[in-house]
């Protein structure tokens, strides 16, 4: 008789489909609603098969669908393994050619569990969750945020084409006041100009262009804006423009919430290695932290570089070479995060700008198409750069120096000696660390 009993789970958002079975026979199969009905119901089919024997259960990691059938089951002291989807697919694909079902994928996990695939899964371990939702959250909010301000640009360049003109950022504090109060140029262009400079003065805290005024009035004085029939525009940019705020506000309360969480001391242990780099944001390395889990999860660096998806897939046959590409198989939220610290890197630290200044002079002379491609491709070695870097520093329990880091690199003489003037102050200082 076999030592163990495997449970193969497909799972659905309402409900799941399994199959419970040894080496020898299947023992049942069904489906079960995902609730505790279907839980309790799951359970007394196990026990009745098992007879004491080792289980082991084996569920696709879908979406979130997964978690509450796999709490239920690990809190009753079964030993549940979370299978990545596109391990069971291309597994059981082998056998049945490409056909699917949601019994078909339930005998597919119970082989990939009988045949002991499942042994080489490391069940990862999460120490930031609730640091991790909060980041996700702030994502998301950043995402409806970008895409009410282009809603409300869409109708904003109607009644006021130049109004991009206005601000740097047309969304910005300044921007989002004049929008609410003078939103069409004829107000603007019958304004005091001293009296809106005191204004924008007083919400920019000092710090705005002491002819922002003027510039304004005059634009809107020679406004190509339509001044007819415009009812409707106006209604659509202030319902607009009321969802940009909120979105807005609830992104400072919740970056507020983030950093709070991030300076608690169990996070700074492994956080402040992120932060070394220069230019990577607070939220951004928190996030990148909160999806790693535990830099523990990982004992080399092709190991989480695998799981952030950024392993380069070769596409080789013979003589044939092909374009290799990004596998992104990994968490698209850890990718964001660190697009978002290659992108911050770049300008702010003397390695990163260098490592992606070399790279584009080496695509001087390709065609622009090309160029565009060979940037694209700098900024996803500058993000799996910075992760090793950061698993490096970790497991070295060492603070990123850019000085000895620049210092290492192969680079163009130009390049090394534009970036050292660039980053000069920042390099003395790296230094002395």
Known sequence: MNSHVVIGIDIGMETHQYQISDAEQVFSKGKIPNSREGGNKLLSKINEAAKGREIIVGMEATNNYHLCLQHFLEKRGLNVVAINPLKTSAYKNIDDYGNKSDPIDANGICQFLLDGKHKSIKKPVQRYHLLKELCRCWLKLQGDMTGAV???????????PEFEQYFSNSSCPSGLYMMEKYLLPEKIEQLDVEKL???LDQIAGGLGKKDTAKRIVHLAK????????????????????????FLRQQVLDIKREIRQEARKEEVQK???????????????AAGLLAEIGTFDNFGKISSIVRFAGLTVLQNQSGKKVGRGIMSKQGSPQLRCYLYQAAMGAKLHSATFAAVYANRNLQSKDLSLMDRKIAKAKALANIARRILETVFTCVKKKRLFNDQIAFESLKLDTFVRETIAVQFKRQLAQAAVQ
Do not use: A, M, P, T
């Open 222 to 245: 020679e406004s190509f804006g339509i001044r007819e029939n415009i009812d409707g525009y106006i209604r659509y940019v202030q319902y607009h423009l009321d969802e940009v705020k």
């Open 197 to 199: 400079q005191q204004e």
């Open 270 to 284: 492994e956080l402040k290695y992120v932060n070394s780099i220069k230019g990577v944001g607070e939220e951004v």
């Open 150 to 160: 282009l809603r409300l640009r869409s109708r904003l360049i109607i009644i006021n």
